[in-house]
């Protein structure tokens, strides 16, 4: 390898390392959160059984999870101008990232909420909790508990995919990644970059992952 | 302090409870016993209102209340004033055992935190578990939890506790445990209503014994009466099969 080959390398990994911190990582983070904080609403419709609202939902996972990513993203980002909606291209993503990962968030939660024993909530009520009560602090906690492992999984995959906001004009690493590579040619070993960095996010996020499954057993919950 | 009257509930079409009338006074134990499936479990639940049963009435403290036109608020009422303890022991498994007995008075009760915990140590030592207070359910044996579980019960001041066979999920070694401190209860005067297999209990600690099977009550009678003489038929073959049961088990 010769020298000015190397120092391209490095000079690019902090130039995808950027726009990693600066658009992938908040990418990640706000449409994540977002998708959680429905993702808990379109489970406790389903897990209480609210007719109508639950069919809504129902509906909603069902049309999100049946289409592509890159088709929802294209929908919203080319589609809907057609039709006067215009967004740029972050919110854009964001829209189609917090809707696409709450579905599968929704279900996470909805199986994880089934699991909690009826006896949870049979204890609650005769102590003289609340509905509201008992889901907030008994049923909720064991449910975040159960479906901690399979959410993280879904953020880390939803970091993978954010490199799919690269089709929409968002300059997050992917698309910085080509901008480099049109100067440069160095194709190969700028995609290694790119996919080394994106390999770091995720060990980042699994070796998070682990903390918190070791602080949440310690809570004993489940364990056994 | 409560009485039950003609309380009727059938699950799909299958009736469970078919009349059902019961009286427990004031610091009465009064051991329910029966055959399984003869609608025990279903009975407690109802008085709780964990399920809705389809007709009767039911006066507690003083207060009539025909069921399925229990008002909500009359129902968070009266779960005031009651506590249940469940066969599966049913502690929060996101509580500690100290949690687990303060939650109902901290959250339900709006007591605050430092009285709550000082009622909740002192619940935990009458059942033996003050020192297990930081545990979870999951590091605690059966016979731990089913503890646990009534000093939840006895936390919040009840008027009476209802037991749905607290024993029966436990090893028999651990059920010795649980039942030396319902028997203390007992002797405190507590008031009780307690669905159980051990007829040692019935017959030792209970005043009143209540005979039910295919969701009639068979035969109530004072503790001793019913076991030294029975006077239904049908009564004479339960306390017979119980004793070759038990036999058996022995050895
Ligand atoms: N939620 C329910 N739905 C349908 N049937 C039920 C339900 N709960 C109880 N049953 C039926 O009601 C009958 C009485 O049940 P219950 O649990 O009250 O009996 P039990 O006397 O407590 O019996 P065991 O000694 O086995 O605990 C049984 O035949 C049972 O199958
Ligand atoms: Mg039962």
């Known amino acids: ?79 809907l101008p057609d039709i006067g909606i215009v967004f740029d291209p972050f919110p854009a993503a964001v829209i189609v990232f917090s809707i696409n990962e709450d579905a599968y968030c929704a279900e996470t939660m909805r199986a994880a909420l089934e699991a909690v024993p009826v006896g949870q909530i049979e204890a609650g009520r005769c102590v003289g909790m609340s509905c509201l009560q008992i889901m907030r602090r008994i049923v909720l ?22 490199s799919l906001a690269s089709n929409i004009t968002v300059t997050e690493m992917l698309m910085t990644t080509r901008q480099i590579i049109s100067r440069t040619y160095e194709t190969l070993p700028l995609y290694c970059v790119v996919g080394v960095i994106y390999l770091l996010f995720s060990t980042v996020l699994t070796k998070l992952q682990r903390v918190g499954e070791k602080r949440l057993s310690s809570y004993g919950a489940q364990k056994e | 302090m409560l009485e039950v009257r003609s309380i009727q ?89 100290l949690q687990n007995v303060t939650e109902g008075l901290i959250v339900a009760r709006k007591v605050p935190r430092a009285r709550a915990e000082e009622t909740g140590m002192r619940m935990l030592e009458k059942v033996g578990m003050a020192d297990r207070r930081d545990a979870y359910p999951s590091q605690l044996s059966g016979g731990q939890q089913q503890r646990v579980a009534i000093a939840r019960a006895l936390a919040t001041d009840p008027e009476i506790i209802y037991f749905d066979e607290p024993t029966s999920a436990l090893d028999p070694e651990l059920t010795g445990e649980v039942l030396a401190v319902m028997r203390q209860l007992a002797d405190e005067g507590m008031t009780m209503l307690v669905v159980t297999h051990e007829m040692s209990f019935a017959r030792n600690v209970s005043n009143r014994v209540v005979f ?40």
Not at chain 1, 51 to 63: C, D, E, M, S, T
Not at chain 1, 141 to 162: G, H
Request: charged content about 20%; overall charge positive; aromatic content about 12%.
């Open chain 2, 9 to 97: 509930k059938s699950f799909g079409g299958t009736p469970v409870l078919r009349d059902v009338s019961l009286t427990v006074a004031k610091g009465d134990v009064v051991a329910i016993v029966g055959p399984s499936g003869s609608g025990k479990t279903t009975l407690l639940r109802c008085l709780n209102f964990l399920e809705t049963a389809d007709g009767g009435e039911m006066t507690f403290d003083g207060e009539t209340f025909r069921f399925g036109h229990v008002a909500k608020r009359d129902i968070a009422r009266i779960r005031r004033k009651t506590a249940f303890v469940f066969q599966s022991y049913n502690l929060f498994r996101n509580k500690t055992a």
């Open chain 1, 1 to 79: 390898m010769n020298e000015r080959l190397w120092e391209l390398l490095t000079d690019s990994f902090w130039q995808i390392l950027i726009p990693g911190l600066t658009m992938t990582i908040p990418l990640t983070v706000i449409s994540f959160a977002l998708a959680m904080v429905i993702a808990v609403v379109v489970a406790l419709f389903q897990f209480a059984n609210i007719q109508g609202l639950k069919q809504v939902a129902r509906f909603y996972i069902w049309v999100i999870r049946g289409t592509p990513l890159l088709v929802q993203l294209f929908l919203v980002f080319y589609g």
């Open chain 2, 212 to 251: 039910m099977e295919n969701g009639v009550v068979v035969e109530a009678a004072p503790a001793r009466e019913f076991f030294d003489h029975p006077r239904e038929a049908r009564t004479r073959a339960f306390l017979r099969t119980f004793g070759a049961r038990a036999d058996m088990g022995a050895d």
């Open chain 1, 141 to 162: 906690p064991q449910a975040f508990r159960t479906a901690f492992p399979p959410l993280s999984n879904s953020l880390i995959a939803m970091v993978k995919d954010t």
